[in-house]
């Protein structure tokens, strides 16, 4: 069984363009979340979608944005890039809120 | 809301010797508990889980934690490091239908001695 796939593994950007970051989850997981790590701060949720909607956010400004399409793959945009978002962003699918989420191996955002 | 602490943030052991990583959280009710391992470069592996039942619970690689209520606290444990497991190691807490918000501690680097 596949496990949960982000791309790209790794992106560089300047300040003030903005990305979009892809995951799909394992087979059959309608839960995907979305986590940033940073050495300074760890790791923290951005947001959670769970068959097509939001179902929890994080407290990040709202140049961070997300969707989930109806195949449960996800993407996450960020807009208007700062220097600050430079981390890794983590993706993880779950079967439902109850059930443990799995990684998938990130995306490494470089803001120049 | 909730939070965890994992306070040390380096720990070095000898290959063969015993582990056990501390981890508090804060939180009003029962949460989850989870154990994640993150070697360089990549995503997180789940080690073990708490959601009910037995305090006790076992994982993969020969990693157990146990819950204590009294102590609020979720510590994983290795009878035998391997030199291997030098990884860093995240505690995490979820809360009971507030589907998947996982709120992480710092994290601890093992360091492991041949």
């Known amino acids: 069984k596949a496990g949960v796939t982000q791309t790209p593994r790794y992106l560089i950007k300047t300040r003030g363009q903005q990305v979009t970051l892809s995951c799909s989850p394992i087979?059959?997981?309608?839960?995907v979340s979305w986590y940033q790590q940073t050495p300074g701060q760890g790791l923290q949720f951005l947001f959670e979608?769970?068959?097509?909607?939001?179902?929890n956010k994080g407290n990040f400004p709202g140049r961070f944005s997300g969707r989930q399409f109806s195949n449960s793959r996800s993407e996450m945009n960020v807009s208007t890039l700062e220097l600050g978002d430079s981390a890794l962003y983590l993706c993880?699918?779950?079967?439902?809120?109850?059930?443990?989420?799995?990684f998938g191996d990130g995306t490494r955002l470089s803001i120049l | 809301a909730q939070s965890v602490t994992q306070p040390d943030i380096h720990i070095t052991v000898s290959e063969g010797a015993s582990l056990e990583l501390r981890c508090n959280y804060s939180?009003?009710?029962?949460?989850?508990l989870f154990w994640y391992v993150q070697s360089p470069g990549q995503g997180l592996q789940l080690l073990l889980k708490?959601?009910?039942?037995?305090?006790l619970v076992q994982g993969i690689k020969g990693f157990e934690a146990e819950f204590k209520r009294s102590q609020s606290s979720f510590n994983l444990r290795k009878p035998s490091v391997h030199w291997s497991d030098a990884a860093e190691y995240f505690c995490?807490?979820?809360?009971?239908?507030?589907?998947?918000?996982?709120?992480f501690g710092g994290g601890t680097r093992l360091m492991v001695k041949p």
């Open positions: 979608y769970f068959s097509e909607t939001q179902r």
């Open positions: 708490y959601f009910s039942g037995d305090t």
């Open positions: 995490a807490v979820g809360v009971n239908n507030a589907g998947n918000m996982l709120t």
């Open positions: 087979s059959g997981h309608r839960s």
């Open positions: 993880a699918s779950s079967l439902s809120g109850d059930q443990p989420q799995h």
């Open positions: 939180y009003g009710a029962t949460p989850y």
